[in-house]
Every structure is written in C-alpha cells, then in structure tokens.
C-alpha cells in the first residue's frame, strides 16, 4: 500500500465526521458530501506530512469550503427572512429530512436564518466545540471577533449562552430518543435514557425515579403526533405544537446519566416567557 492510499484511509476515517459538520454548516445532506469530497482532493494534493492534527486540519478545510459555499449563495440569490437582509437557505424536501434526523428540524430552521459567518462560528463552536482560535482562522477574523459572530448568531436565534461542556447533538439524540419510544411504547428504552433519580414536574405534581417516569411518558403517546424536538429557551426539548399552535412544552435537563429532569408546561402565560425554536410557533 502507497502513501496515497494510506492517506485516503486516514481520511474515509473522519469522512463521517466532515459530513456531519458540512451538513449542519449547509443545510444539505447532498452538498455536504460534495464539500467533503473537495476536502479529501485538497488533502490529497497538500503535504500531509507536516499536518500535526488531521482531524483539526481537515475541520478548517472543510469549513472554509462551506463558507464560500454559502457565500456564492448569497451573490445568486437572496430571500429575506422576516424583513432581514440575510438570505434563507432553501432546502428541497429530502435535504430537510436529512436535516431533521441529524439535528433536529428546530436547529435546521434556526441556523438557516444566520448570516454566512455567523453560521459558521455558531455550528463549530456551540455544536461542536471547536475553540474559537480556530473559528477565526476559517472566517479570517480575531479570536474576539469569531466569538461576537457565535454570540450574534445566539441572539439572533433566540438562545441563552449554552453552558460549558455542552453536547446540543447529543441532547437531540437523547430528546429524538425519548420520542420515539414514547410514541413506541417502548418501556426499557425509555428507561435507558432516563437517570436513576429523573423527575418529572407538571404543575404541583411531581414524579420521581426512571421506572415512574418512564411509565408516565407512556401516557403521552397520544400528543407524540403533534411533538417533535424543539429548542427551549437553548436547551433541546419537546413542543406540542397542533396546527402549528404550542399548546405543552417538555423542557429537559441533561446530565452524563441521561435526563434528571423533565417540566412539563401547559401554562399560555409561562408559554409566553419561553424562547420556542426561534418563537415559530402561535400560541
């Protein structure tokens, strides 16, 4: 085996892990392969050797071919959103299906809605975790500056300064997860998601520990219909939202055991306070 294909091995093994950024940066899962597959013929032509860290390398790569990707798509074509300048990346059918299943339909609609650099900034820092000195290499600004473009992007989608060490996908994983085997009725499921000491809060009534509220989320398989992952106020959570019109919010509480927390908010008035995936939703 040549040099060549040594590199090409080492690349296909962070392959998943470009698409999985370029898809969240592009909104399309079809355009993601295609910036990942520029990615492996940039690498392939450049001297890999001197590459310390291939998957930071290649992170950088990929993220600087996303970002003229979305610039070329603001010189064609621009469609305001809600009376903003900045464009609204449009997405066929399956793109957003793609979308949904990776990270959730709330953060595909929220992210759509950022400027080019500011989606950039906000998807390698808060998603995943990429540190803010090498966000300014791929946007070509300061450490200080890509952060305000992360910060920016925050206050335009309507979400609090997420807390240190914070996994949004696996949030969205857990969140999907709890979904499913709701609407499943899938007992055991439900309980491998659940911490040991989970409570369940709706109103003054409180339940407490994973078997109790994993037999409770079974009664809510009726609304799983109108349910899908939302974010609540930064968080992943669950809005029931028939018609489009909120009605409950699941609002969840992580931690490395799974879910210790669960409040379940019917209230129109506290409905009001909450930030709802970007407030796209009547209430």
């Known amino acids: 085996m040549d040099e060549q294909d040594l590199l090409a091995r080492r690349f296909e093994a962070h392959r998943a892990y470009l698409c999985s950024v370029a898809s969240r940066i592009l909104?399309?899962?079809s355009?993601?392969?295609?910036?990942?597959?520029?990615?492996?013929?940039?690498?392939?032509?450049?001297?890999?050797?001197?590459?310390?860290?291939?998957?930071?390398?290649?992170?950088?790569?990929?993220?600087?071919?996303?970002?003229?990707?979305?610039?070329?798509?603001k010189t064609r074509r621009e469609v305001p959103y809600d009376g903003s300048p900045e464009p609204v990346i449009e997405a066929t059918p399956e793109d957003e299906a793609v979308m949904a299943g990776s990270i959730g339909a709330a953060l595909m609609v929220v992210v759509g809605a950022l400027a080019p650099a500011e989606r950039i900034a906000f998807v390698l820092h808060d998603i995943f975790s990429v540190p803010f000195d090498e966000v300014a290499k791929v946007v070509g600004r300061s450490p200080g500056a890509a952060?305000?473009?992360?910060?920016?992007?925050?206050?335009r989608i309507g979400l609090a300064q997420p807390s240190p060490g914070t996994d949004m996908k696996r949030q969205n994983e857990i969140v999907e997860a709890f979904l499913a085997a709701s609407r499943n009725g899938d007992f055991e499921a439900l309980l491998s998601i659940l911490a040991p000491d989970v409570e369940v809060q709706a109103d003054a009534i409180v339940v407490r520990g994973a078997a109790n509220v994993a037999s409770r989320a079974l009664t809510f398989s009726p609304q799983v219909q109108y349910a899908h992952v939302a974010l609540i106020n930064g968080t992943m959570g669950i809005a029931v939202a028939p018609g489009g019109h909120l009605v409950t919010v699941l609002a969840f509480r992580?931690?490395?055991?799974?879910?210790?927390?669960?409040?379940?908010?019917?209230?129109?008035?506290?409905?009001?306070?909450?930030?709802v995936s970007g407030q796209l939703y009547s209430r």
Do not use: Y
């Open 254 to 275: 992580f931690a490395e055991a799974g879910v210790t927390h669960v409040e379940v908010i019917a209230d129109p008035a506290r409905l009001r306070q909450l930030t």
């Open 147 to 155: 952060k305000m473009l992360a910060s920016r992007a925050r206050q």
């Open 31 to 73: 355009e993601a392969q295609d910036a990942a597959q520029e990615t492996w013929v940039r690498l392939s032509r450049h001297d890999a050797d001197g590459i310390d860290n291939l998957q930071g390398w290649l992170t950088t790569v990929i993220a600087r071919i996303c970002l003229d990707r979305l610039r070329s798509r």
């Open 27 to 29: 909104g399309s899962d």
